[in-house]
Structures are given as C-alpha cells and as structure tokens.
C-alpha cells in the first residue's frame, strides 16, 4: 500500500516538474518559431508566387527560380557570390594561419593575450565604418592613390575601389581577423607532448609541423573557413560599399528586387538559392565539421 | 641498443627556485633505473634534462661517453615515454609506432615491417590499422611504448607512465615493462613517486626530494638500509627512536635510548661513522619487532609496551604498541598472524640489532 | 643558429606586415578625423576637432546613437533571459523531443542575417504591422537567442545540479533556486552571452536597415551619412564609436584581469 502511495507520488512530481520544465523552455521555442520559422516558411512559399506589375500572383509556380536560370544577369550573381567568396577564404586562410602560429609560437607567452588583441582591435569599428575606411584608402584621391601619385610610381589614380578587389581586400581584412582568432585557440589546445614526442623521435621544425601539427589542426582550419564561407557569401555591405556596380553579388540582387519593384517572391526565391549554397559547403565540409572527441 | 649515463653536477634554477641542486649520477648501461620521490623533489626535471627537453642551469650530461649537455632531443639517443602518451590521433597504430623511422629516412616497407615488429613485441600486432581513440589506456601506453623502442635509443625515458592505470593494470604492465626492458636491453629511467611500483621494477632506486639525492641503490638496500631519515620515511613505514651514541670503536657502537640501549654493527651507521657523543635517530621498520622472545637470531630487548589497537591485515597484524618507558608515538609494528594480541596486553619489544639502522639525527644523507 | 636568426627575422616581419594591413583603414579612418578641411583624404592640412562637433550637433546622429544603445540593451536582455530559462529547462529536466528543441533553438545561427531580415520583412508586410525599432529589436533577439542559449546550455555542468539539490533541500522553490543560485554560478557565461549579443545588436546591419523606417539605429544612420561619399564627418562617429568600445574592452580588461589576479 505504502508502495503504490509514493509510486504516484513520484509521477505526480514528475509531471508537475514536465509542466514546469515546459513552462521555462516555451518562450524560447514561441519566440523561435513565431519570428524565424514562420518568416522562414512564408518566404519559401512566397518564392513560388510572383509579382506581376503591381500585384502579388498567389498561383504556385517555379517562374522565379526559372528566372534565375535563364536570366545572366541573376544566375552570374551565384557566381560572382561564389568566386569571390572562395577566393576570400583562400586568402583569409593563408593570411591568417601564418599569423596565429606566429603568435602562439613566436612570441613570448605573457604578450600573446596583448598581441591576440592588437590583432582583432580593428574588429570594433562598425562593420560599415570599416567598409567605409578602405574606400579612404583605396579611392581615387584616397590615400594610396596619393602615396604612389607623390612619389611618382604613377600619373593618373588607379581605379581600386569600386572594383572586385577592393571587395576582396575588403573582406579578407575581416576575415583574417576572424580567422587569426580561430586558429590560434586551435593551436594553443594542441597539447606540447604532441611536438615534444615528434621531435623526440627525430623530427625537425617542418617535419613536426607537416607531419603533426598541420594535421591536428585542420579541422579547426575547416570550421573556421566555413565560418567565412557562410558570411561571406550572405553579405551585402561590403561588396555594396566597395564593390561598385559592375559584378554585383547574390546579396546585391536580392536587395534590388526590394528597391522600386518590391518583388519579394523574387527576393525569396533568390534567398532560398543562397541558402542552398551554404547548405552544399557545409555537406562538402561536413567531414571535417565533426567534432571529433580527444 | 643500449648505453651508460653520467649525471655530473647538474643543477636546474628557476628563479628562486632551485629544481635540482648539484644531482650526481652514474647509470650503467642496460640499467633499470626508478628516479622517486614526492612531487617537486625533481625528478621530473632530471628527467626532462636527460631526454634534452630543458637545459641544466650547471653541469653536464654524458651518454655513452659522449657530451649531449645541450644536444636537441631529435639529435640525442633517448626516446621518451610520455605521461599522457602522447600518440598521434590522426595516424594508424602503425604510423605512430613507424614515425622514427620514416624520420630516419626509412622506406615505406621497411618501416612498417619494423613497426609491425615493435607492436608484436607488445602484444598489440593485431591492432595496427587501428587509431589511438579505440583503444584503452593500457593499450596506449604499449603503443607508446612499442613507438619509443621503435627507433632503437640507447635510454628509454619513462615519465610516471603508469599513473593514468588501475592496481591490476599497473601491475601487470609493471612486469611487462621489466620483461621487455630485459629483452631489448636498452638503458631505461622511469620516473614514479609510487615506492612500490619502484621495488617492483628497478634495478637500482634513486631516492630524491627537494632537488636533492637521498639515497641510491638497489631496492633491497634502500629499504633496508636507508642513508637518510627521509629515504627511511618514503620507502615504507618507518619508527624514528631518537638516541644518543654512548661508545664506538670500529666494528661496532653501544647506543643509548629511552627503550633501552643496545649494540649495533659499525656498518649499520649508513650515514658517517659513529663518535661516541653524537645524536642519532633510529629507524626500526614495523616488520622487525618481535613481540615474543622466539625469534629467529640473537635479539635486543627494548623493554615492554602495551598493545595500544591492531587490525588485521591479511598478512600481519599492523598493531600500535605504546612503549611502557617512553611517553611518545606509539610504534607501529607488524606482527605475524600467528601472534596473539589482545588490546591492552602488554608485550616485550624486541629487534634484531643487524636491523636497526642509525641515522644523524638531523637526518643528513650520504 | 643562421636558420634561427633568419626565421626569427622572418616571423617579425610577417607579423609587422599584416599588423600594418590590419590597422591601416582605421588609422586612416581616425587620422582624418581630425581633418581641418572637407575631404578625409591626403594631405592631412591640420589638426581641427570640427568634424566632432559636427558629430555631436547632429540630433539625427545622436537620436540614432542613442537608439542602437537601447535596441543592444534591450534584445540582449530579451535574448539572455530566454536563452537561461531555455537552458535550464533543457538541461536539468528529460523532455521529450530535448534534441530536436536543441537544434531549434540554434538553427537561427545557420542562416544569413539577410534571409531572416527578408523573413520577417515579408511576414510583417502581410500582417500590414508597421516597421520601428520594435521589430529591428525582435530580429536582434532572433539571432542573439541562438548565441545565447548555446553558451549558458554548454555551461551548465552536471556538477551544478547538486548545489541546486542542495539549495531546494534547504526548502528554496524554484524560482529562488534559479535566481540565487544558479545564475550566480554561471554568472561568467551569462555575461559573457550578454556582452557579445550586445556587441552584435550594436554593429548590426541588415536587419536594422531593413526593418526600421524612420527612428533608426546608428549603423543604418551613418549608411545613409556615405551617400554623400567621402566626408570627415563619417570619419569623426567611426573613430567616436571604435574609440569607445576600445575604451570598454580596456576597462572589462582590467577588471576581469584584476579579478582574477586576485584569485
């Protein structure tokens, strides 16, 4: 008898505990679904309507996405995205790993807080503002124009903003940020009895290295390429800023289906395309995305 | 192959930390030996300095007759065993064991013979394609092991391997440790601060603390004939009986206790000679009291005392004996299962004198 | 020892290299700020504080300033208490479907702040609500809600929950447990959660720009400050707001430093 007592006793307590425990996580999961899933939802349904003139077609159709097959100028924003997005985070890479092995190698370990910090300063300034700050440097009367101009290297200013470079300087001035910080929380786990066994065993600098390191730390390296990947190739300020009008981006052209015509199943349709770019990269890099326990 | 390491000096400093203070030390080849002591007493960094990871702050380090004071640990002929093993996640069993050789040049089927080799000599051939993260913590170290003697050193450097191991485990790779170390031959220095372990593996103990040497020797010497107070209280447990030299000639010294006083070889004062006058500690080890008179070889009486508490411990008694004329510690003493002890009997106390051994009483060491 | 010296040589002058590259737009940016002329370009004519009071006379500036501060405050404080009770729940109680709700919670974090900022723009739209920093706030909190909950759930550690027993032995309910001890306990990654979704409301973009239309926050202000191109003006907020974050990165340095000094 005292049995069955408690026995109930302790699923009414279970029970009013799953109601609380409901209760606490309910905000979160209405917020979640309420502002992102629903949008989500309604914008992918939204890309298979269209917008004729003024109205908005509720007819379930492909035209959009037909549309970006067919029509250059939106399929060679895809490109554009992806070219230079993989460009950025080739260089971004190469930049950055050079400098995080020598932070957390070269210099000595009490400045290594200080230098990690030097290095990610520029970090503060408003992501516009920073954009901003590389057209006063890279624009016509901008500061290297007039630099190369007073000490003769040239006559007339290069045109460097406005430019595909200028956005690829622009975002691997980031992303080296980013990366560097990566990177270099990747290399400082690396436990020193990694290199200490190497080297015991006969291994020189670049062997440790090739043989040992390089490969430990390369998903780390991966995650954080992705990283870039992923908002890189979702941005819109930077190429917008520094990119000029010439070879617009993904992001650019949804934007301008926003402007005068407001075709928002275009913008959609347009979206769910960049979505699935992320999605084929992370399928891509998902091997080394794993997280891999010691 | 295998090789002889002299210790000359050597000092390690930190700052105002002094590491290791003057250490000296002669290791034949082939040689098993235990570096043991507390944390901090140095050992470890003795060990660091002989495999090349740390410089000596004074002194020098020959193996096989050869200077390596300041030769990197690629150029040097040890290999180490590291604590935490130190294996390479993204490579196969046989990669790791196979990566000396292919830093030695070694072409692919070569190396790989060899390294096939080496884990079969740990038992782990079957194992080969594996990574480190499927196998166990036993299994790990053999591999470790197995990628050390991989690249023939002539001093295996082992740093407390057995640490991260259960009691049945450790044991048994205590003695598949000492097994191998006979087959290949190969000079080993493995450090520990677990006593037993040394006793069970090395061919001689170096007894360490604060930087400093206390004792050396093999492991029967150490316990039983410690050359410091402190070598005495870290081999085993130890009963200090302070006293005081009454008279000495040169084979032997009378000694005066609150026990009572008793005879003791002249070779039992491992530390310096006896001089009639000088302040010495006794060390008696539980073991070596006799709490009846039937005992094997002349004793020394120590007068009486009472049985304070015992507890059985399988193979003995471990009891605390209150001497009636002293009004210390209790002793403790080990008495055999066939003895009787009832609390509060008392019991005579007996040693052996070739088993006490006298040590200065301000516990100075050799 | 050649290798040595040459590689040391190496290694400093990558690193000057790259530092240089790192800092030059916001040397440039701050240096021109000071421009005793119009244009925040080379030759630099003269030291002049102008531009920062240009700044400061600018209601429409200040207004957004002080807006993007409230939005920051705002959001996060939305996002970390959300984010905690959602934590709590998922990691001190079994409920059912616990890893498809994990993954929710942080699927935000997956998606480009623009498709979010479209999402919502679309929906509000069809709903005929209108656009403020009302609805700027509630993106923020959609990508700050992820951040959060992952921090604080990847914090609550299984060694916790015996204090919380402990605390509800005592007779403490639920809510006194939450409040007096475990948010103290987890105090570091609260913080931590707060003080980064504040650094991404601050100096975020595209869902502001979208989803505001007359009271804007300072970033969707100083956007519409370049259409008039190259000004010292742009120069003079940029280096304001870079020079007081760092101002704040330096005094939580030497708090936290000093703290933990201490211990």
Same mark, same amino acid.
């Given at each position: 008898m005292a049995d069955a007592g408690t026995l109930t006793s302790a699923t009414a307590l279970e029970d009013a505990d799953r109601r609380k425990a409901w209760g606490f996580v309910a905000p979160a999961l209405l917020w979640t679904a309420a502002f992102f899933v629903v949008p989500f939802a309604f914008m992918a349904a939204m890309s298979l309507w269209k917008r004729e003139g003024r109205e908005l077609v509720r007819v379930w159709n492909f035209d959009n996405y037909a549309r970006f097959f067919s029509e250059n100028a939106l399929f060679q924003g895809l490109v554009n995205s992806l070219e230079i997005t993989v460009i950025v985070t080739v260089i971004s890479v190469l930049l950055a790993y050079p400098l995080a092995w020598i932070i957390a190698e070269r210099v000595p370990k009490r400045l290594q807080r200080m230098a990690l910090i030097l290095a990610i300063l520029p970090f503060w300034t408003s992501y516009v503002v920073r954009s901003y700050s590389w057209l006063l440097v890279l624009s016509k009367n901008g500061v290297i124009n007039q630099m190369f101009m007073n000490i003769g290297l040239i006559s007339e200013p290069l045109e460097l903003a406005s430019t595909r470079t200028a956005t690829v300087i622009g975002f691997v001035h980031f992303f080296v940020m980013l990366l560097t910080l990566t990177i270099y929380s990747n290399l400082i786990q690396l436990s020193p009895n990694y290199r200490r066994a190497a080297a015991d065993l006969g291994a020189n600098a670049f062997q440790t290295f090739w043989h040992v390191v390089l490969p430990l730390t390369l998903p780390g390296i991966m995650t954080g390429a992705f990283l870039t990947f992923v908002l890189c190739i979702g941005d819109y300020v930077t190429p917008q800023i520094l990119g000029g009008n010439n070879e617009l981006v993904l992001p650019q052209i949804i934007m301008l289906q926003l402007g005068r015509r407001a075709d928002f199943p275009m913008a959609a349709a347009l979206s769910i395309v960049l979505m699935l770019a992320v999605t084929v990269a992370y399928v891509a890099c998902a091997r080394w995305l794993k997280i891999e326990r010691a | 192959m295998t090789a002889s390491v002299t210790i000359e000096n050597v000092s390690k400093i930190f700052g105002a930390f002094t590491a290791l203070d003057n250490v000296s030390l002669d290791i034949r080849a082939g040689e098993f030996i235990v570096l043991l002591g507390p944390s901090g007493c140095g050992k470890t960094t003795l060990l660091s300095i002989l495999g090349g990871f740390q410089s000596p702050s004074a002194g020098r380090v020959t193996i096989a007759g050869k200077d390596m004071t300041y030769v990197a640990p690629s150029k040097r002929p040890t290999t180490t065993m590291f604590q935490d093993y130190a294996l390479f996640p993204h490579m196969r069993l046989v990669d790791n064991v196979g990566f000396g050789l292919r830093m030695r040049g070694l072409a692919k089927a070569e190396r790989d013979e060899k390294a096939l080799g080496f884990l079969d000599l740990v038992g782990l051939k079957a194992s080969a394609g594996k990574r480190p993260h499927e196998l166990s913590g036993g299994q790990r170290q053999r591999v470790a092991l197995a990628r050390a003697l991989a690249v023939d050193p002539d001093v295996l450097l082992l740093d407390e391997p057995l640490g991260a191991l259960d009691l049945k485990l450790r044991r048994q790779m205590q003695d598949e440790l000492k097994a191998i170390q006979k087959r290949v031959g190969t000079t080993f220095v493995h450090v520990t601060h677990d006593q037993e372990e040394a006793m069970a593996i090395a061919d001689r103990i170096v007894v360490m603390n604060q930087g400093r040497i206390e004792d050396f020797g093999p492991p029967s010497e150490v316990y039983m004939r410690p050359r410091s107070l402190f070598s005495a209280g870290f081999m085993g447990e130890v009963n200090f009986v302070s006293g005081r030299v009454a008279a000495a000639d040169a084979s032997s010294a009378r000694v005066e206790t609150a026990l009572g006083s008793l005879a003791l070889p002249a070779q039992n004062f491992t530390a310096s000679s006896p001089k009639a006058g000088d302040r010495i500690t006794l060390t008696i080890r539980? !073991?070596?009291? %006799? $709490? /009846? /008179? %039937? $005992? !094997?070889?002349p004793t020394v009486a120590l007068g009486e005392a009472r049985v304070a508490g015992s507890a059985f411990f399988g193979t003995h008694y471990r009891c605390h004996l209150q001497p009636c004329a002293m009004d210390t510690r209790a002793l403790v003493a080990h008495l055999p299962q066939s003895a009787s002890v009832r609390e509060g009997e008392i019991v005579p106390l007996a040693v052996r004198a070739a088993d006490v051994v006298a040590l200065p009483a301000t516990g100075g060491h050799a | 020892m050649l290798r040595k010296i040459s590689a040391s040589v190496l290694s400093w002058t990558y690193l000057v290299l790259v530092y240089a590259f790192i800092f030059l737009p916001v040397a440039v940016l701050v240096l021109f700020s000071f421009q005793d002329g119009r244009l925040p370009v080379p030759p630099f004519n003269g030291f002049s504080l102008q531009w920062y009071e240009a700044v400061f006379a600018d209601r429409k500036l200040m207004a957004a300033l002080g807006n993007s501060m409230v939005v920051a405050l705002a959001s996060s404080v939305i996002s970390v208490l959300l984010g905690f009770l959602a934590a709590y729940a998922l990691a001190r109680y079994k409920l059912p479907g616990s890893a498809l709700q994990r993954g929710l919670l942080i699927a935000p974090m997956t998606v480009s702040y623009l498709i979010i900022a479209l999402g919502l723009l679309s929906v509000l739209n069809a709903l005929h609500v209108p656009l403020s920093l009302m609805t700027v706030g509630i993106g923020h909190v959609v990508i700050n809600l992820p951040l959060c909950f992952a921090i604080i759930y990847a914090s609550m550690g299984d060694h916790h929950i015996n204090i919380e027993r402990a605390a509800r032995d005592l007779g403490a309910n639920d809510f006194k447990v939450m409040a007096l001890v475990t948010a103290p306990m987890l105090m570091p990654s609260i913080l931590a959660a707060f003080f980064l979704s504040v650094t991404f409301s601050w100096d975020e973009f595209i869902i502001a720009f979208l989803l505001s239309r007359f009271d804007v926050t300072l970033p969707v202000e100083i956007w519409s400050m370049l259409r008039s191109g190259l000004n010292p003006k742009t120069n003079a907020i940029g280096s304001l707001v870079f020079l007081a974050s760092v101002a704040v990165l330096l005094i939580l340095e030497l708090s936290l430093f000093g703290r933990t000094k201490k211990q």
């Open positions: - | 539980p !073991e070596h009291f %006799r $709490a /009846d /008179d %039937r $005992a !094997e070889g | -």
